[in-house]
């Protein structure tokens, strides 16, 4: 959804044209969030996808509209059809867009929805939206798996930050994908690190790593905290922690062993079920499969 606007940064300090389609309402449906943006240069470039399907060619004419005449234009698109291979949905649900064309002074406004430091506000004509920060994802210990996490939770739209004090594993080439590689202890830089908005793994297999990350964990209003590991080794940190002066009911926080029970064997297969736990405990959900339950999908 954001990296849309590392292009449009791009190319507004290039001093390329373009206009943005922005998703600014959806009834009755959720093909994406508010605020998803397609992206179209006038030398024919396009970058973004809202979830129209065939209706994305209506999205880029109305955009090569704007491109040549500078003109605001709403436009509500209506996945009401029936017919399958135009797309539609058969329930009623509509769309609706603002088709504008920034100026070379969003280009960092883009460059700061990018990074997801803080709160951007994005105005254009009545339409007012908040990016919020990014959801923040901490992981000790600088594995293969948090290889995984980072690249997998860098797609989910999370900053992912790597903690690890030994140098020859907290690298950016192990690490790839990680937005920061903290080479410290966990408890010299958690304290100040975790938030309501911060979810923490520990993946280290090493009392040393998992101990102290786990009681600044405990400590704090971290949402999600995750624990890597054996039956075995899940006791044996519960049991040291409780000597330590935590109670059930804290220790009750941990997720361990971590991750939702997809039969996963891969690095990547773990990392995936990790971030779907996730994704399951900031909605509200448990992880069933969709077909096992009536509610809404999303």
Known sequence: ???????????????????????VELRDAK???IG?????ADDGRIVGNIGAGCYEAEIIESAQRTLADGVLRPLDISLDSD??????????????L??????????????????????????VGTFEYVFPPKDRLIL??????????????????????VVDPRPAFATPERIADAHAIVREWPD???????????????????????????????????????????????????KALRAQGFDDAAIARIRGPVGLDIGGVTTAETAISILAEIVAQRSGRDGRPLQAHEGAIH
């Open 140 to 161: 000790i210990g600088a594995t293969s798996l948090a290889a995984d996490l980072a690249a997998i939770g860098r797609r989910m739209d999370m900053r992912v930050t």
């Open 83 to 96: 017919d399958e291979l135009r797309g539609g949905t058969g329930c009623g649900a509509t769309m609706c």
């Open 1 to 23: 959804m954001r990296e849309v606007f590392a292009t449009v940064a791009r190319w507004l300090d290039a001093g390329v044209p373009c206009a943005l389609a922005t998703l």
């Open 36 to 40: 998803t943006t397609v992206a179209v």
């Open 188 to 238: 010299d830089y958690l304290p100040l690190a975790l938030s309501s908005d911060t979810a923490i793994v520990v993946l280290s297999h090493d009392p040393k790593f998992d101990l102290p990350a786990l009681r600044c964990a405990l400590r704090s209003n971290a949402p999600y905290i995750g624990l890597l590991g054996s039956r075995r080794a899940q006791a044996s940190r519960r």
């Open 98 to 123: 603002l088709i504008w064309r920034p100026g070379c002074a969003f280009a960092d406004d883009a460059r700061a929805i990018v990074a997801g430091d803080h709160a951007v506000t994005l105005n």
């Open 31 to 33: 093909t994406a969030p």
